[in-house]
T-cell receptor, first 115, second 115 residues
């Protein structure tokens, strides 16, 4: 059972274009929604994250839009660059009673930015 | 600053063999976890620990054992490897109080092939 659904599986965008990746979740107990970026041969690294009481968060060229009622959130990469070519994972975080998080990841989107 | 260190980076096993994937972190993180990454499946939580002597199961714990005797180390044991355990394994850690940020720090992964 996939609790966090992510689309598309792959995405090709021209340099300077906008990349959009969408995610949907089911469990309302999630309390934080991070996005991770992974380059080939490396582990994922936190890119940007949002709380469910915020509708949008922007950091540089990266923006998360969050729709709590629809249980959907998305990542927008403005002015996409070849260096953004990577795999992107959305995730939903649930804080554990004793501390720490339990992250449930989406299936990933492989982004390629072409010149 | 080493961060999260995983060894080995690559391993080939025969069905039925046992092995241990090592994970060490030097950030004094209380929370440590193991994920496996498979194509089209994203990252799935195997086991996690919120401190020395405390471990718990994630989504896909079958076939794997863990222990946490120190804050720094969190080894993952495969007692009798099966081809279904062919995957890339990631160790990740965080401070307990980073529950509100959802940020996990990942190692670079261990690629395991079971023949």
């Amino acid at each position: 059972q996939q609790q966090v659904k992510q689309s598309p599986q792959s995405l090709i965008v021209q340099k300077g274009g906008i990349s959009i990746i969408n995610c949907a979740y089911e469990n309302t107990a999630f309390d934080y929604f991070p996005w991770y970026q992974q380059f080939p041969g490396k582990g994922p690294a936190l890119l940007i994250a949002i709380r469910p009481d915020v509708s949008e968060k922007k950091e540089g060229r990266f923006t998360i839009s969050f729709n709590k009622s629809a249980k959907q959130f998305s990542l927008h990469i403005m002015d996409s660059q070849p260096g953004d070519s990577a795999t992107y994972f959305c995730a939903a975080s649930r804080t554990l009673t004793g501390g720490g998080n339990k992250l449930t990841f989406g299936t990933g989107t492989q982004l390629k930015v072409e010149l | 600053n080493a961060g999260v260190t995983q060894t080995p980076k690559f391993q080939v096993l025969k069905t039925g063999q046992s092995m241990t994937l090592q994970c060490a972190q030097d950030m004094n993180h209380e929370y440590m976890s193991w994920y496996r990454q498979d194509p089209g499946m994203g990252l799935r939580l195997i086991h996690y620990s919120v401190g020395a002597g405390i471990t718990d199961q994630g989504e896909v714990p079958n076939g794997y054992n863990v222990s946490r005797s120190t804050t720094e180390d969190f080894p993952l044991r495969l007692l009798s490897a099966a081809p279904s355990q062919t995957s890339v394994y990631f160790c990740a850690s965080s401070y307990l109080m980073s529950g509100l940020t959802g940020e996990l720090f990942f190692g670079e992964g261990s690629r395991l092939t079971v023949l």
